[in-house]
Nanobody
Framework: QVQLVESGGGLGQAGGSLRISCAASGGSFNNYAMGWFRQAPGKEREFVATIIWGGGRTAYADSVKGRFTISRDNIKNTMYLQMNSLKPEDTADYYC???????????????WGQGTQVTVSS
C-alpha cells in the first residue's frame, strides 16, 4: 500500500527558507509523477510543483517559479521542496502526491499525504 508522509513544515520568515520532505513507501515509484500542492485557509488546493520520478523532469506554478525547487532522492524514496525567498502568501498546508499522470491538476494524482503546515510571518 502506497504511503506518503510529509515532514519539515513549520514557521518561516518572509525572505527566509524552509525545506519540506515527502517519504514514499509501499510501491515502485520509477514510473510515477510526484507533486506538491498547497491549500491556504479558505482557498482551494493549488498546484505547486511536480517531478517525474524516473527522469527528473520538473514543472512549477508561476507563483513559485524561481523560488522553490522540487527534487527527489531515488535511493531514499524521498521527495523534497526547497522553498526560498518565502512570502506570507506561501502560508498553507502542503501536500505530497503521487500518480501515473501527474501534471498540474490534482486529478492526475492518486495517492496523497496528510499534509504539513507552513506558516510564513512578515
Amino acid at each position: 500500500q502506497v504511503q506518503l508522509v510529509e515532514s519539515g513544515g513549520g514557521l518561516g520568515q518572509a525572505g527566509g527558507s524552509l525545506r519540506i520532505s515527502c517519504a514514499a513507501s509501499g510501491g515502485s515509484f520509477n514510473n510515477y509523477a510526484m507533486g506538491w500542492f498547497r491549500q491556504a485557509p479558505g482557498k482551494e488546493r493549488e498546484f505547486v510543483a511536480t517531478i517525474i520520478w524516473g527522469g527528473g523532469r520538473t514543472a512549477y506554478a508561476d507563483s513559485v517559479k524561481g523560488r522553490f525547487t522540487i527534487s527527489r532522492d531515488n535511493i531514499k524514496n524521498t521527495m523534497y521542496l526547497q522553498m526560498n525567498s518565502l512570502k506570507p502568501e506561501d502560508t498553507a498546508d502542503y501536500y505530497c502526491a503521487a500518480g501515473r499522470i501527474g501534471g498540474s491538476m490534482a486529478s492526475g494524482y492518486f495517492h496523497w499525504g496528510q499534509g504539513t503546515q507552513v506558516t510564513v510571518s512578515s
